[in-house]
C-alpha cells in the first residue's frame, strides 16, 4: 500500500542475471508508456534489490490472462470481445 493509500502489486523475478538487467529497463521503458483500460499502470520500478521490482496498480478481479483462459459463466467474453480487446491493447503499444 502506498502513503496515499493505493493498494499496488508487486512484481519479483525469480532471479535475473546481468544480461537481463538492459532488458528489464527497456521492459519498463515501454510499460510506462503505454495508457489504456486493458493493460495496468506502470507506477514505477526498483533498481536497488537484488532483483529488479516492478510496481503496478493493483487489479482485485485478477488479471487479463485469468478472464481470456479460465472463463466462468459469471462472465463470458466472446471471441468478438476477445478481438477487441487485442486490437485496442495492440494499437496502445509505442
Do not use: Y
Request: hydrophobic share 45%.
Amino acid at each position: 500500500m502506498l502513503v496515499d493509500g493505493r493498494i499496488v502489486a508487486v512484481k519479483k523475478s525469480k532471479m535475473v542475471d546481468e544480461s537481463q538487467i538492459e532488458q528489464f529497463i527497456n521492459e519498463v521503458v515501454i510499460l510506462s508508456q503505454v495508457n489504456h483500460r486493458n493493460v495496468v499502470k506502470l507506477l514505477g520500478c526498483c533498481l536497488e534489490t537484488d532483483v529488479p521490482l516492478l510496481v503496478s496498480e493493483f487489479i482485485p478481479n485478477g488479471t487479463l490472462s485469468d478472464r481470456l483462459h479460465n472463463q466462468t459463466n459469471e462472465f463470458p467474453i466472446s471471441l468478438n470481445m476477445r478481438l477487441q480487446i487485442a486490437t485496442e491493447v495492440a494499437g496502445a503499444l509505442p
